[in-house]
């Protein structure tokens, strides 16, 4: 697998080369297959290692998927199953159907996966989980996890944030799934303040491309009160293949902290104004994704469940009034306390899609006195999984 690594010459401008950049996995790893065993040497094993990709991450520019042998999903399930071996396995969580409310259709439904999968230079260096043993953040094996929790879901569309791992894991590994990708670092990552960084992280945008065919495509920087800030999103406008319908999906991750709220606001405000453009006044139906960083209570929620873009957010469905948001979608023990907060969505029209179903949230019990992240769970916040159909035509 050749990857292209620019240098910068004298004059300070990049000059590539092409550079040989696959690595083992660092420790042997072996599983019964059949009668005998097999060596785990395939789709995990053929990805970088952090140290080779912290050399140059910024330069690292991800190879053409045609140019990638495909891999079976199930086999990759596997491979990560033994790297996994001796950890507990991973929590189960049930999809509440809500299909009551959802039309039926001759095509299947688009799955969206919502994740902040904890940027690893974080989650090692910065965020200080008193409560979480070292050995279960380390990237070999978490990284394991993380996949393992998107094959187990197989969603259509993946949006993810805290991505500090996209050229040296997510993209090669998706890419021979047949996901294309898309990815947008923050500006000033927090990760590069890390010593022996993977480089910036940020937002990451997937989908199927024997689903999808991709329309437009836009990396938005958000501004607040006219200033570019630190975060990001990234809308791309995707026509499904079955039924040549159009919708955009978009992802971001908004700046976090208390003290911070009139900053969330605008920054959501400059979002929605985005997103107004690029569904022409929300005639193209729109999902958006996101770790926005703000209770229900906050201005940026009630900016969104306003919107003229007629929003509505997908996991208030799966409370018994439909009107209520979930208990937590994060939770974490840090050295400044204890944090259980609801602060990621997955936002959709709802004139013109519906929710058929949502993966039901863990529970306090699976979560345990020590919180999230955890040997069973990679991530201080929860996956959100939907199944949406397209409403009828009026």
Known sequence: MLYLV?????????????????????????????????????????????????????????????????????????ECRAVLHTRPPRFQRDFVDLRADCPSSHHPPIRVMQWNILAQALGEGKDNFVQCPIEALKWEERKCLILEEIL??????????????????????????????TFF??????????????????????????????????????????????????????ECKESSRQFCIAVTHLKARTGWERFRSAQGCDLLQNLQNITQGAKIPLIVCGDFNAEPTEEVYKHFASSSLNLNSAYKLLSADGQSEPPYTTWKIRTSGEC?????????????????????LLTEEQIGPNRLPSFNYPSDHLSLVCDFSFNEEP
């Open 185 to 238: 670092p923050k500006p000033w990552s927090p990760c590069l303040d890390v010593e022996h960084n993977n480089g910036p992280d940020g937002c990451a945008l997937f989908f199927l491309q024997n689903r999808f065919k991709l329309v437009n495509s836009a990396n938005i920087r958000l501004t607040a009160m006219t200033l570019k800030t630190n975060q990001v999103a990234i809308a791309q406008t995707l």
């Open 6 to 78: 620019a240098e910068l010459d004298e004059n300070g401008r990049k000059a590539g080369k092409e550079a040989a950049c696959v690595t083992v996995l660092s420790f042997p790893v072996v599983y019964s297959m059949g009668n005998g065993t097999s060596r785990l040497y395939s789709a995990l094993a053929k990805t970088l290692n952090s140290s080779a990709a912290s050399q140059h991450p910024e330069y690292l520019v991800a190879p053409d998927p045609e140019h990638l042998e495909p891999i079976d999903p199930k086999e990759l399930l596997e």
């Open 152 to 181: 187990a879901y197989q969603p259509d569309i993946l949006c993810l944030q805290e991505v500090d791992h996209y050229f040296d894991t997510f993209h090669p590994l998706l890419s021979r799934l047949g996901y294309q990708g």
């Open 340 to 360: 259980r907060h609801t602060l990621d969505y997955i936002w959709y029209s709802k004139h013109a899609l519906s929710v058929c179903s949502a993966l039901d």
